[in-house]
C-alpha cells in the first residue's frame, strides 16, 4: 500500500502500481476510496492520540497493521 498527502488530500493505492485515488473520510479516523474500488482505511489511536495501528477492508477482506513498538 502506498499513501500521500497534499493540499489536505489523502490518496492510497497499491504499491508497484501507477494508479491510486483520493480518500474522503467517513469519519475523523475512517477513510473510503470511492475512486479505486472502494476500500476503507482506518487508522485506530492510543490514549494519547498517537496512531498506533491500520485496518484495510476491501471486499470481505481485512488486514491490520500494527506500528511497530506501540
Same mark, same amino acid.
Given at each position: 500500500?502506498?499513501?500521500? %498527502?497534499?493540499? /489536505?488530500? #489523502?490518496? %492510497? /493505492? %497499491?504499491?508497484?502500481? $501507477?494508479?491510486? /485515488? +483520493? #480518500? $474522503?473520510?467517513?469519519?475523523?479516523?475512517?477513510? %473510503?476510496?470511492?475512486?479505486?474500488?472502494?476500500? +476503507? @482505511?482506518?487508522?485506530?489511536?492510543?490514549?494519547? /492520540? +498517537?496512531?498506533?495501528?491500520?485496518? #484495510? @477492508?476491501?471486499?470481505?477482506?481485512?488486514?491490520?497493521? @500494527?506500528?511497530?513498538?506501540?
Amino acid at each position: 500500500m502506498k499513501h500521500s %498527502v497534499a493540499n /489536505g488530500e #489523502v490518496r %492510497v /493505492g %497499491v504499491a508497484g502500481t $501507477p494508479r491510486d /485515488g +483520493q #480518500v $474522503p473520510p467517513l469519519c475523523p479516523n475512517r477513510l %473510503v476510496s470511492p475512486d479505486i474500488n472502494g476500500p +476503507q @482505511v482506518e487508522f485506530h489511536l492510543n490514549t494519547r /492520540g +498517537q496512531m498506533n495501528a491500520l485496518s #484495510v @477492508v476491501h471486499g470481505e477482506g481485512r488486514a491490520r497493521y @500494527v506500528r511497530k513498538g506501540t
